[in-house]
């Protein structure tokens, strides 16, 4: 089982929609969890942090579930520029590695 | 700020020579530096971290003296693909952070490495 899971899509919405994206981590020991951006042959770029009470930054949500071992990411109000592979990345405390999922690829549809 | 630069962004080699990629850290002192490898439509993997003036820890798997890491100050570290084949095709990527336990990762642009 990889350590870090998420559906691969592709997801093709269209502009103006909300869309959500699901990942699951496998070690317990995960303590910090993050979303990137990352853009066609480009870096990763840090999108938000995911806090324990969930979090908000414009039109993007993020949620926690330490229970189920589940992070969420959802998109409102898509627009053109948010067409992208959304990577769910975890780290387990003490240690600096990032533990990177395969990413969502987004795109979203005029 | 937090800014990482990587040179080269892209090269093209032929089989059997060696090929270095430069990382550096522009405005700030990068305690840690990590090199991940990632293949097309496949995540990022961690390959080794490397810290200043010490040898780097490599990642299962990978092998330490195909990929010589050198981490010589606290704004550079090399990555040299040694004997390369077409099997070590790949975007290769660095990040740098300013401390230990959690301190954002600044990724540099990446080099992508076709080996003919």
């Known amino acids: 089982r990889k350590e870090v899971e998420q559906d691969p899509g592709p997801f093709n919405v269209p502009e103006g929609a909300t869309v959500a994206f699901n990942c699951t981590y496998s070690?317990?020991?995960?303590?910090?969890f993050f979303w990137y951006r990352q853009d066609c042959r480009k870096e990763p770029k840090l999108l938000m942090s995911?806090?324990?009470s969930g979090n908000e930054d414009g039109r993007f949500t993020a949620q926690l579930n330490r229970a189920s071992q589940y992070i969420s990411l959802l998109i409102r109000d898509s627009k053109l520029s948010d067409s992208a592979t959304y990577l769910c990345?975890?780290?387990?405390?003490?240690?600096?590695?990032?533990?990177f999922g395969t990413g969502t690829r987004l795109t979203i549809i005029p | 700020g937090a800014v990482v630069s990587q040179h080269p962004s892209w090269v093209i080699c032929k089989s059997g020579t060696s090929v270095k990629i430069e990382c550096r850290s522009l405005?700030?002192?990068?305690?840690?530096m990590f090199w991940y490898r990632q293949f097309p439509k496949q995540s990022l993997m961690l390959m080794a971290t490397?810290?200043?003036?010490?040898?780097?820890?490599?990642e299962q798997g990978v092998e330490k003296d195909k990929f010589l890491i050198n981490h010589a100050s606290l704004t550079l570290s090399t990555l040299t693909v040694t004997s390369a084949h077409p099997e070590d095709s790949s975007f290769y990527i660095c990040?740098?952070?300013?401390?230990?336990?959690?301190?954002?990762?600044?990724f540099g642009p990446g080099t992508r490495l076709t080996v003919t």
């Open positions: 990040s740098a952070t300013t401390g230990t336990g959690f301190y954002e990762q600044y």
């Open positions: 070690n317990s020991a995960s303590q910090s």
């Open positions: 995911v806090y324990s």
């Open positions: 990345v975890v780290q387990i405390f003490g240690n600096e590695k990032l533990t």
């Open positions: 405005d700030f002192q990068a305690t840690t």
């Open positions: 490397s810290n200043e003036g010490s040898k780097a820890t490599y």
